[in-house]
């Protein structure tokens, strides 16, 4: 792919053409492969798990892509390959139009400014044995050449950016209630004004009006600071609430993507329509009405995959082509795409 | 408004110092451990300054004065066979006890250390090298190898040390090891790695303070073993030579007249159970003071 140097500073237009090219995505990934590879049988022999097969997406600046799916989907995988945190086996990462994917050591250090991640759990993703301070400092540190009372001042900003207090600075995690400490851990990773904010199941962990509080925070700071964020969710209801776009993941494929609207109003996916079905509505009689989609068995062995679609053992339409040839990726009317033999 | 401004005080403080005060807070209502502490505060302290408190010099003969009652002619503790003061020759003989465990300790703290940290946290193939040496020199009954050792390089205390120190290595090895996996487990470890942290800084900043805890109450554990094995290896008779002393050969030396004069046996053999008590329940308080429940409320 080409490197960012290579590309003129200024973007050529041919004459006459519409004003704007698309823009740079702030993320993009291509083809997206991860393999873990499983130690299985007393001789040590290894077997191959795709987790992640041939993912593409993009996250626009100042967007929000909610990627959902089961546990076991590879949506977590994809959030921390895209990061680098786990070693991708195929396709490309772009970060701002430059290519990460094999970036090492002291390169991806710097890159890594520019991509933050909040974690599920924030129990455990704040050391325990650190004051506050000094967790939401870890990136300054590490990125920026503070003098100390440009530190101090930074530290007490962000804090008051998340709806703490300087006063909690000194505080150890402990003392937290566990939305406070994701607001803490948002803190820390808007610390370096970051590009990028991957947030893995971020409110998942807290009740329900916590939850809130912590989206309406993390759209705030998207308004402040212009973020881009990937939020990796198995709740539609919390990803309807802050995504534009979603990516609906299933055994390590995308199987269907859109805008936020379309996707909810009408899925093209029947494995979308199952995912939505499941969301409880608010109102008692079109929930007693609405006719519920209960997918049957279980999600099939990743590390055995089946032919087709992958969907075929579960999906109630499946067809003789389902379970013979991989569906395409089709435009969906109204946004984004879907690979389903149905729509093809 | 003054209660804003006392909290304002505590924001203030540097987060070393608070930490610092935590356990304090936490150490202070350990009665034992703090008396434990205090013994060997004293008994260091008196290693020190021996020369000051002693009543006679150390290797001082007097053979018109030999086994001599503690109180008699102004031998505080008695004199043994020899007429030499018992009084001071425990304080003289108490350096070189405490020498020769802080020695065993500092040998098995560099050697076991580093390689549990890498053992931990390269992981696989390093780890299982690492581990399967580890494994090898735990095989060993550590007073018959010091034994052994000493046999072939000569009776001297310090090259008991060591080999004590060789032996409770793997302890340290296995204890930093075990530490660094549950750490690395952690999701802070992996929100350093997604911040850019360096790898050495991710184990100074969150790998080594997780660890330093059961480290620390490992050491102080240890050094009361170190202690006794030294005693046990010089009422062999392989420890320290003659004319020096330590609480061991001491009490080898006094074991000969234990029913003439007893107090040849027990002073020394009182100080080795009072020291190494010390040393354990300290570390047991240490443990307790240390301790990561409180942080852990979920």
Known sequence: MTPPADRPAVPLRKPGAAVADPPVPVAEVEGLDVEFRLRRGPLGGTVPLRAVRGVDLSIGERETVGLVGESGSGKSTTGRALLRLIEPTGGRIRLDGQDITALRGEALRGVRRKMQMVFQDPYSSLDPAMVVAESIAEPLDTHLDLTREQRTARLAELMEHVGLSRRHLNRYPYEFSGGQRQRIAIARAVAVNPRLVVCDEAVSALDVSTQNQILNLLEDIQAEFGISYLFIAHDLAVVRHIAQRVAVMYLGEIVETGPIDRLFDQPAHPYTEALLSAVPLPSPRRQRERERIVLTGEMPDATNPPPGCSFHTRCPYAMDVCRVEVPAETPVEGGGSVRCHLRG | ?298
Not at chain 2, 236 to 260: C, H, K, N
Request: include cysteine.
């Open chain 2, 1 to 298: 408004m003054s209660a804003a401004t006392l909290d304002e005080r505590e924001a203030l403080e540097t987060p070393e110092l608070s930490a610092k005060a935590r356990f304090w807070r936490r150490f202070r209502r350990q009665v034992p451990a703090l008396l434990a502490l205090g013994w060997l505060a004293l008994v260091v302290l008196a290693s020190i300054i021996a020369p000051l408190l002693a009543t006679h010099p150390p290797l001082e003969q007097d053979l018109g004065a030999v086994l001599r009652a503690p109180g008699q002619d102004g031998h505080l503790l008695g004199s043994d066979d020899l007429g030499r003061d018992v009084y001071t020759r425990a304080l003289y003989a108490g350096r070189i006890s405490l020498v020769a465990a802080a020695q065993a300790v500092a040998v098995a703290i560099a050697l076991g250390v580093v390689p549990g940290l890498v053992a931990g946290y390269a992981g696989r193939r390093v780890d299982s090298v690492i581990m399967r040496i580890t494994d090898g020199v735990m095989c060993f009954p550590p007073l018959i190898l010091a034994i052994a050792f000493v046999g072939v390089l000569g009776p001297s205390l310090t090259n008991a040390m060591f080999v004590i120190g060789v032996i409770f290595a793997p302890r340290f090895v296995r204890l930093v090891r075990g530490s660094v996996l549950s750490v690395r487990q952690e999701t802070f470890i992996e929100a350093s790695r997604s911040i850019g942290t360096p790898t050495h800084r991710v184990i100074r900043r969150h790998v080594v303070p997780n660890v330093l805890s059961p480290l620390i109450v490992q050491i102080s554990l240890a050094a009361a073993m170190a202690m006794l094995a030294e005693a046990s290896l010089s009422f062999l008779g392989l420890g320290v030579q003659p004319p020096d002393a330590s609480w061991g050969s001491m009490i080898e030396r006094g074991f000969r007249y234990t029913a003439a004069a007893p107090w040849l046996t027990v002073f020394p053999g009182l100080l080795i159970a009072l020291t190494v008590l010390a040393f354990n329940v300290l570390g047991d308080g240490l443990r307790d003071s240390l301790g990561r429940e409180e942080r852990r409320a979920a």
